[in-house]
């Protein structure tokens, strides 16, 4: 069964991974709103509660055995996404939304750099950076940049690296349903740490409609999206997807935010759907040789 679940076609990882990244930043902006009213602590602990629990009902991770050696990257892989989420709502409660994820994407295209082997690697994430500089000029910003937002947003990075890496190896066998059971690893932790900063304004109910709606959009829906495309893409050819990251952030910014885009930031944009969309056609071609090879 693990087997013919992986027989999916390489468009279709691609896409779902697209809708993931939509779903995510759309979220973003909505718990952004609820800022003022629960913090951002708050917001992580709600988000990951709700979440946690639409996933645990969908997906019954008890079900589920792991290996010993799938411990381990299971354990890594859902505290690193509770302390992802947690730093990453951190650094958007005081620097923009586009700026936190750009400096956020540095965990994902250190991963697509360290494991690309051949040239054209390199020019698809080459090309990615090009676009994420003209597309959020740190350069010109940065004196106005949060310090402490920026270092947030940075390990938040970090943290979506080793969310990348851990859970390829947890995931391979289960697939989505790992993602109930590391949502619910990183629910234990952030959840009694968030409820406690945040204090008794998390408990409204006035906050609970749009508290289920991010935790379906940032955390439900995008984590098992993932899985599936994490599970079914080479590791390096995922991180460079991601590159489009900051772009739908943008964009999620100009939707919600009614924030406006310079010829300058839609040459950046163009760049890295230009990266992503080679990324995918070399990706193609590499299944194609694998498929040779294993005979």
């Given at each position: 069964?693990?087997?013919?679940?992986?027989?999916?076609?390489?468009?279709?990882?691609?896409?779902?991974?697209?809708?993931?990244?939509?779903?995510?930043?759309?979220?973003?902006?909505?718990?952004?709103?609820?800022?003022?009213?629960?913090?951002?602590?708050?917001?992580?602990?709600?988000?990951?509660?709700?979440?946690?629990?639409?996933?645990?009902?969908?997906?019954?991770?008890?079900?589920?055995?792991?290996?010993?050696?799938?411990?381990?990257?299971?354990?890594?892989?859902?505290?690193?996404?509770?302390?992802?989420?947690?730093?990453?709502?951190?650094?958007?409660?005081?620097?923009?939304?586009?700026?936190?994820?750009?400096?956020?994407?540095?965990?994902?295209?250190?991963?697509?750099?360290?494991?690309?082997?051949?040239?054209?690697?390199?020019?698809?994430?080459?090309?990615?950076?090009?676009?994420?500089?003209?597309?959020?000029?740190?350069?010109?910003?940065?004196?106005?940049?949060?310090?402490?937002?920026?270092?947030?947003?940075?390990?938040?990075?970090?943290?979506?690296?080793?969310?990348?890496?851990?859970?390829?190896?947890?995931?391979?066998?289960?697939?989505?349903?790992?993602?109930?059971?590391?949502?619910?690893?990183?629910?234990?932790?952030?959840?009694?740490?968030?409820?406690?900063?945040?204090?008794?304004?998390?408990?409204?109910?006035?906050?609970?409609?749009?508290?289920?709606?991010?935790?379906i959009l940032s955390t439900a829906l995008p984590y098992s999206l993932e899985m599936i495309a994490l599970t079914r893409l080479p590791t390096r050819t995922f991180g460079t997807l991601m590159s489009m990251e900051p772009a739908l952030a943008a964009l999620s910014g100009m939707i919600f935010l009614s924030e406006t885009l310079n010829l300058q930031q839609v040459g950046g944009l163009t760049c890295i759907v230009i990266a992503s969309i080679g990324s995918t056609m070399t990706l193609r071609r590499e299944v194609?040789?694998?498929?040779?090879?294993?005979?």
């Amino acid at each position: 069964m693990p087997g013919s679940s992986r027989k999916i076609p390489v468009w279709l990882s691609v896409l779902v991974l697209l809708v993931a990244m939509c779903s995510i930043q759309g979220g973003a902006s909505l718990a952004k709103s609820l800022f003022p009213v629960i913090g951002a602590p708050g917001m992580t602990a709600l988000r990951l509660a709700l979440g946690t629990l639409i996933l645990v009902v969908v997906f019954k991770p008890w079900r589920l055995r792991f290996t010993r050696e799938q411990r381990m990257p299971l354990l890594a892989y859902g505290l690193s996404l509770g302390a992802m989420n947690y730093m990453f709502y951190l650094s958007i409660q005081t620097i923009p939304l586009g700026i936190a994820v750009a400096l956020e994407f540095v965990g994902p295209l250190s991963v697509a750099l360290f494991g690309s082997r051949r040239p054209i690697d390199f020019v698809w994430v080459i090309l990615a950076v090009l676009g994420l500089w003209y597309l959020l000029p740190l350069g010109d910003n940065v004196s106005h940049v949060d310090l402490a937002g920026a270092a947030y947003a940075l390990g938040a990075g970090a943290c979506w690296a080793v969310y990348i890496i851990s859970g390829h190896k947890a995931g391979e066998e289960h697939g989505p349903a790992t993602v109930a059971l590391g949502s619910l690893i990183a629910a234990l932790v952030f959840v009694p740490l968030g409820t406690f900063q945040a204090g008794v304004a998390l408990w409204q109910w006035s906050v609970l409609p749009l508290g289920v709606a991010v935790a379906i959009l940032s955390t439900a829906l995008p984590y098992s999206l993932e899985m599936i495309a994490l599970t079914r893409l080479p590791t390096r050819t995922f991180g460079t997807l991601m590159s489009m990251e900051p772009a739908l952030a943008a964009l999620s910014g100009m939707i919600f935010l009614s924030e406006t885009l310079n010829l300058q930031q839609v040459g950046g944009l163009t760049c890295i759907v230009i990266a992503s969309i080679g990324s995918t056609m070399t990706l193609r071609r590499e299944v194609k040789v694998e498929k040779v090879d294993i005979g």
